[in-house]
């Protein structure tokens, strides 16, 4: 079964004091893995895209990694701004029409 | 606007009323979803459209919940006789081609009291 985990559920850091976020997915075949920033009582923002083992993206204090079997999403010297609940989703090479998203990681950084 | 957008962005209604949410897609996006979200949750698939086809529900997708695309441009999702376990965040996504993100609205936020 297609499927998204994320951890940690949580994570507080103080402000500038980088860290990993990490989804793990297990899928028969990756056709692309997307990551989304949501805030509060706001829709997901779609943040990057990523298809294969070894690609990375970048976005001001993000940085997105792939393997084959998980990705990471690192900030560095995060701002208090960087505070949102971070999701990860998956769509399966087999089923273009199909995304499957994790529960996420709910950020929060300490001024 | 180029962005998905979603009307309500609340309701409030009563336990056995029928509410009706509205979604309106980035234009040329021809493949709508609709995801029921809860409070620590991911969006959880509802239903989706390729233009005006509705193309597969999920099982969480009740015979009190029915969704329409006429014309294939805007979407409305209609739960009748609605149930305190309804209460959720609603949200639409669309998606162009070729078939990659997803961009979502803002959300309806239903409480149902």
């Known amino acids: 079964e297609d499927q998204v985990t994320q951890s940690p559920e949580a994570l507080r850091l103080q402000e500038g004091e980088s860290s990993s976020l990490n989804c793990s997915y297990t899928?028969?075949?990756?056709?692309?893995l997307f990551w989304y920033r949501q805030d509060p009582g706001k829709g997901p923002e779609f943040l990057f895209t990523l298809y294969s083992a070894g690609e990375e993206k970048e976005k001001e204090r993000l940085k997105a990694t792939l393997t084959k079997k998980e990705s990471f999403l690192h900030i560095t010297a995060p701002k208090p701004e960087d505070s949102a609940t971070y999701l990860c989703?998956?769509?399966?090479?087999?089923?273009?029409?199909?995304?499957?998203f994790g529960k996420g990681t709910r950020l929060h950084i300490l001024p | 606007d180029t962005g998905v957008s979603q009307n309500p962005r609340h309701k409030i209604t009563k336990r056995g009323q029928n509410v009706t949410f509205r979604c309106d897609p980035i234009s040329e996006h021809n493949r709508l979803y609709w995801y029921r979200q809860t409070l620590g949750q991911g969006p959880e698939f509802l239903t989706y459209?390729?233009?005006?086809?509705?193309?597969?529900k999920s099982r969480l997708l009740s015979d009190r919940f029915s969704a329409e695309r006429p014309k294939g441009s805007f979407s409305t999702l209609e739960i009748q006789r609605t149930e305190q376990g309804d209460s959720a965040m609603y949200l639409c996504?669309?998606?162009?081609?070729?078939?990659?993100?997803?961009?979502f609205g803002p959300g309806t936020r239903l409480t149902v009291t």
């Open positions: 989703a998956v769509q399966p090479r087999e089923r273009d029409d199909k995304i499957i």
């Open positions: 996504a669309s998606m162009g081609t070729p078939l990659r993100e997803q961009y």
């Open positions: 899928v028969s075949g990756l056709r692309g």
């Open positions: 459209f390729q233009n005006e086809a509705q193309l597969e």
